[in-house]
Structures are given as structure tokens and as C-alpha cells.
């Protein structure tokens, strides 16, 4: 098996020949031309490639968005302008700095760029790309957040939303009602264009966000959208990289396929034994803890060859990924996670 056979056999909750291992594409240096890289290429190490399958329009909204470098930083800034006002917002080295939502009118202007989206297909230039990639290149098409996520995340930040939920909770939701419609529109979109598995970039956390607004505002939205992409034969999976255990039993009756990002302590919450037997028949799309990365070779093959017992006792629903932070020792590492995944096998 190659590692697009590994993924596939993972997606469809089969026994691959070993459990795949891949990063994100943006985790590794841009020129791989590294011996080292081409090793771990030839080794079984899957790059991913996040291809959207759709474009977003605007009417009677102008957008600026402008990028610059500042005292050897790199500042973007975004700017949507419409007929009932303007928001903004701005990045340095691609970390967000300040929100689109701070006022009760900026949620006013919001809502009009919601209503004023449009959402089409392109498949296209998806099938293009993916057709142009390596043999060790996966292409997966994204969705963006969920409407509450996409507020929390996005639009208000942590700390203004704690806020926003109190003083402005009634135009919060107004915004969440009318992204609710786009969002269902872009479901559509993506599950009749290409890609067997759909990424959901949730970031959800269970801190910031909690248990009862999890069924309130997430869950009825998995479950009024991801029928759409099971019937069209797709694989979902939700980005889960922080704390998820307070909403354990709220996954387990979820529609969700595939917890991606999912991280054992210190940084999660849940060891791969106690999320396999809150959510037997899921897949785990596993993050490897930065920690590990440290580990003399031999303890980090033991770590590896423990949470494949942990996770996947009978050699299924479980893959490795680095999906958050690039490992400061990845050369030395993960070699050494590729020789543990093929010394471990799938006998």
C-alpha cells in the first residue's frame, strides 16, 4: 500500500497495512528537496494539500485585503465595506490581532455580508490541482467553521465573545441564523463536487465554549448538514484539537465520522484508550503531542506503539498526523515515527 491507499482503507474503517502518518503541508519546510523529507516521503509520510471545492461572491459588499510587511512582520488586513457601515480586521505573521465584531453594529454589518454571499461550485479548479500533485500528496477539500465557531473564532475572538454573548446575545443570533443558511448552502456544494474526505476546520475546544451551547449551536448544524456529505458517499471529520471530554457523550450521538486533530493530555484531555471507548466505531485522525517529539528514538516508538494499542486495538480507525505546530526536532523525530508505524505493521 502506498499512503492514498492507507488513507482510503483508514476513511472506509478498514485495516490498512499500517497506520498511516501524515502532515499537514504547511507544517513542513517548503523545500523538500531535503534528503531528509524525500526519506520520509519514500518511508510513507503523507503530505495534505487543503483544495477548496467552492468560491465565495459578494454583492454590495467591497472587500480590501491587503498585506504588507511592517518592522519585518507580515500585517494583513481585511476590510469588508457595505451600505449600513464597514468592519475590519488584521493579522501579524498570520496570528489575528484585532476582530471583525466589537460593537453591536459591526454584528448589523455582518448579518448584511451573510445575506449578501453567494456560494458556487469549483470543482474544477479543485480536480486541476489534484491532478498536478505527487504521489505522497493527498488533496482534501475544507469547509470552514460552523456559524457559531466562525463567530467565536473568527469574527469576535475569545474574549469578545465571552462578552458578546451577554450584551449583544440578540444580534449574535441574527448573524448565527442567517450564516446558519450559508453554511447549509456550502454543504451542498461540497458534497457534489470532488474528495472522499471533508475536513470541517472546527478548532472546537470544550472550554470556550461548553456542553450546552455544543447541542445548542454545533450539534443541530452537524446534524441538519452532514447527511448531505454521507449520502454523497463522503467521509466528515471535525478539526477537535483542544478539550472535548465534558462533551463526550454529545460526539458519541453526533453525525461526525472522524475527530481530527484529536490530542492526548497534556495538551487534550483524553488519552486514545478513553476516546476509543467513548466513541468505538469513530475514526481518529490523531495529532502527535509536541512533547513527544523530544523523546530519545526508542521511548518514542514505545509512545507510538502504545497509542496504536490505545486507539486501535484491532489495527483500524486510526491514523498519526502533525496538524498544530511544526516539531522543533522534526528531522530527528519523525523518521523515527515512521520507523515505529512500519516495525509495528498491521499483523
Known amino acids: 500500500m502506498n499512503i492514498r491507499d492507507r488513507l482510503e482503507a483508514f476513511w472506509s474503517g478498514e485495516r490498512p497495512d499500517r497506520i498511516p502518518f501524515t502532515s499537514y503541508e504547511s507544517k513542513l519546510p517548503s523545500d523538500w528537496s531535503d534528503p531528509v523529507i524525500q526519506q520520509m516521503f519514500a518511508d510513507g509520510l503523507g503530505l495534505l494539500r487543503f483544495i ?11 472587500v480590501r485585503d491587503e498585506t504588507h510587511r511592517e518592522a519585518g512582520q507580515l500585517v494583513r488586513r481585511l476590510l469588508w465595506r457595505t451600505p449600513v457601515g464597514e468592519v475590519q480586521a ?7 490581532q484585532k476582530f471583525f465584531l466589537e460593537t453591536a453594529e459591526d454584528y448589523r454589518v455582518l448579518n448584511f455580508v451573510a445575506q449578501h454571499t453567494h456560494i458556487t461550485p469549483a470543482y474544477a479548479s479543485f480536480r ?3 491532478a498536478n500533485l505527487p504521489a505522497h500528496m493527498i488533496a482534501v477539500p475544507r469547509i470552514g467553521r460552523t456559524p457559531l465557531q466562525t463567530i467565536l473564532v473568527d469574527y469576535a475572538g475569545l474574549a469578545n465573545f465571552a462578552m458578546h454573548l451577554a450584551d449583544y446575545s440578540a444580534e449574535m443570533l441574527e448573524l448565527y441564523a442567517a450564516m446558519r443558511v450559508n453554511f447549509n448552502r456550502l454543504v451542498q456544494v461540497v458534497a457534489g463536487g470532488p474528495g472522499r474526505y471533508i475536513n470541517v476546520i472546527e478548532n472546537f475546544s470544550a472550554e470556550t465554549l461548553g456542553p450546552r451551547r455544543f447541542k445548542q449551536f454545533l450539534l443541530p448544524v452537524y446534524e441538519e448538514t452532514f447527511g448531505w456529505l454521507h449520502q454523497a458517499g463522503k467521509v466528515v471529520g471535525c478539526h477537535y484539537d483542544g478539550q472535548i471530554a ?5 460526539v458519541a450521538s453526533s453525525p461526525i465520522d472522524l475527530i481530527e486533530s484529536l490530542t492526548p493530555p497534556p495538551e487534550g484531555d483524553m488519552t486514545l484508550a478513553e476516546a476509543r471507548a467513548a466513541w468505538p466505531a469513530k475514526l481518529f485522525w490523531s495529532n502527535i503531542n509536541l512533547g513527544c517529539f523530544d523523546l530519545p528514538p526508542q521511548a518514542l516508538k514505545r509512545e507510538i506503539w502504545q497509542r496504536i494499542q490505545d486507539g486501535a ?11 498544530e505546530d511544526r516539531p522543533v526536532r522534526w528531522r530527528e523525530s519523525m523518521p523515527v515515527i515512521l520507523e515505529a508505524l ?5 499483523g
Open 52 to 62: 477548496p471545492t467552492w468560491e465565495t461572491r459578494y454583492d454590495q459588499v467591497e
Open 246 to 250: 465534558s462533551v463526550k457523550h454529545l
Open 313 to 323: 486495538p484491532d489495527g483500524r480507525r486510526l491514523a498519526f498526523e502533525v496538524s
Open 90 to 96: 488584521s493579522w501579524t505573521d498570520g496570528w489575528q
Open 128 to 130: 486541476a490541482q489534484e
Open 342 to 346: 512500519n516495525e509495528a505493521g498491521n
